[in-house]
């Protein structure tokens, strides 16, 4: 049997190294692509897309239109992570606003009858680096976790399809067990 494929995509995140290795781990072989050189479609190459934190602010929509129009267009699940989750958001129409600063381990509440979250407990510990919150889900998307500190911790449209954690997942063995509860999604 043929190994799945994720594509990452690198929104200049600083642990593409971890992220990727999440999925291998995982079983699933990744290509990396940079958010200007997304193809205009998967034509069947891939079995899921993943959107990588950034260090650019999620609000320049013209940059990432390629990415969101993939995203949208694909017939694949896709996961957002942080910022990658941030941009999506922004593309549907949600708004973002500046909070603390998270840095590390922070607990958050989940929906356990979403199958993202099948291997883990109703409160997990993700890991946190970031300054800026989705105020609520947009329209098309519900946040299925939340914190004291975030309404949306994690998305997902309303169709199952796209789903986003404002957490790494790429750190703590609670962020390996939701992936791996993405990967069943699509392997």
Do not use: W
């Not at 958010?35 to 260090?55: C, E, I, N």
């Not at 958001?89 to 998270?102: C, H, I």
């Not at 993700?126 to 946040?143: D, I, K, M, N, W």
């Not at 976790?145 to 309404?151: I, K, L, M, T, W």
């Amino acid at each position: 049997m043929a190994k799945s494929r994720v594509l990452v995509v690198n929104n200049r995140t600083l642990s593409l190294k971890q992220l990727r290795g999440r999925f291998e781990a995982l079983g699933s072989d990744t290509d990396t692509v940079e958010p200007a050189a997304v193809p205009a479609r998967l034509d069947g190459r891939y079995q899921a897309v993943v959107l990588s934190g950034t260090k650019v602010r999620a609000f320049d929509q013209e940059y990432y239109k390629p990415l969101v129009d993939l995203v949208m267009n694909a017939d694949v699940p896709v996961f957002g992570i942080c910022g990658g989750m941030q941009i999506l958001a922004v593309a549907a129409g949600g708004r973002l606003a500046e909070g603390p600063q998270r840095v590390g381990g922070y607990e958050v509440q989940v929906d356990k009858e979403e199958p993202l979250f099948t291997h883990v407990k109703p409160t997990v510990t993700v890991f946190h680096r970031h300054t800026l919150y989705l105020q609520e889900a947009p329209e098309g998307f519900r946040s299925i976790g939340r914190s004291e500190h975030a309404p949306v911790e994690f998305l997902r449209s309303d169709d199952g399809r796209i789903y986003g954690s404002q957490a790494h997942l790429e750190f703590r063995s609670d962020g390996l067990e939701i992936l791996r509860g993405f990967a069943q999604l699509y392997q």
